[in-house]
T-cell receptor, first 117, second 110 residues
Framework: NAGVTQTPKFQVLKTGQSMTLQCAQD?????MSWYRQDPGMGLRLIHYSVGAGITDQGEVPNGYNVSRSTTEDFPLRLLSAAPSQTSVYFC????????????????FGPGTRLTVT | KNEVEQSPQNLTAQEGEFITINCSYS?????LHWLQQHPGGGIVSLFM???GKKKHGRLIATINIQEKHSSLHITASHPRDSAVYIC????????????FGQGTRLTINP
């Protein structure tokens, strides 16, 4: 299994440009989510999905759109990039059942470092 | 005030020392998570707890629901344990969304 993959790893945008951050998982997980991580603020939830066709807003959804047309993919769209969206973005997935995991069974992608100038 | 507070924010110790990182939360939760973020940025889920204690290798996580407090312990610490340790909670019953603490940066010197 590749786990959770994210592309690109790095991206520089100009203010007003749009782009899509890609996220895919091959573990057939139902739950997927997008977070941003900013210095001194910890991780914050942007959007999440509990299954194909179902998405909902997290703590900081403004300026971002998501869709979940398949179980595997959960892209994050920046509609009109702003310098305040400069951050590191993480995608994560998990199954409803944690089985015998000591952990939550939640898997994180490697992150995308986005800079908006 | 953040709903999830960690202490200390930074911790430096010598190899072999016993490490304790604390997490306090102010809301009702269904589960608490400990995550590890390596210097390269990757995040790994270590533990999910709803009661009691869990152990994995040299790592031990405990939770006291009445006191709204959890601790992460590392025994026989090693430089490779150097990372940011993050506490997060599922707020409320049945909630899947996570609320995160700001993290504790741990440095273990050889």
């Amino acid at each position: 299994n590749a786990g959770v993959t994210q592309t690109p790893k790095f991206q520089v945008l100009k203010t007003g440009q749009s782009m899509t951050l890609q996220c895919a998982q091959d573990m057939n997980h139902e739950y997927m989510s997008w977070y941003r991580q900013d210095p001194g603020m910890g991780l914050r939830l942007i959007h999440y999905s509990v299954g194909a066709g179902i998405t909902d807003q997290g703590e900081v959804p403004n300026g971002y759109n998501v869709s979940r047309s398949t179980t595997e993919d959960f892209p994050l769209r920046l509609l009109s990039a702003a310098p305040s969206q400069t951050s590191v973005y993480f995608c994560a997935s998990r199954s409803w059942s944690t089985g015998t995991h000591t952990s939550s069974g939640q898997y994180f992608g490697p992150g995308t470092r986005l800079t908006v100038t | 005030k953040n709903e999830v507070e960690q202490s200390p924010q930074n911790l430096t110790a010598q190899e072999g020392e016993f490490i304790t990182i604390n997490c306090s939360y102010s809301v009702g939760i269904s589960a608490l998570h400990w995550l590890q973020q390596h210097p390269g940025g990757g995040i790994v889920s270590l533990f999910m707890l709803s009661s009691g204690k869990k152990k994995h290798g040299r790592l031990i996580a405990t939770i006291n629901i009445q006191e709204k407090h959890s601790s992460l312990h590392i025994t026989a610490s090693h430089p490779r344990d150097s990372a940011v340790y993050i506490c997060a909670v599922n707020r409320g019953q049945g909630a899947q969304k996570l609320v995160f603490g700001q993290g504790t940066r741990l440095t273990i010197n050889p």
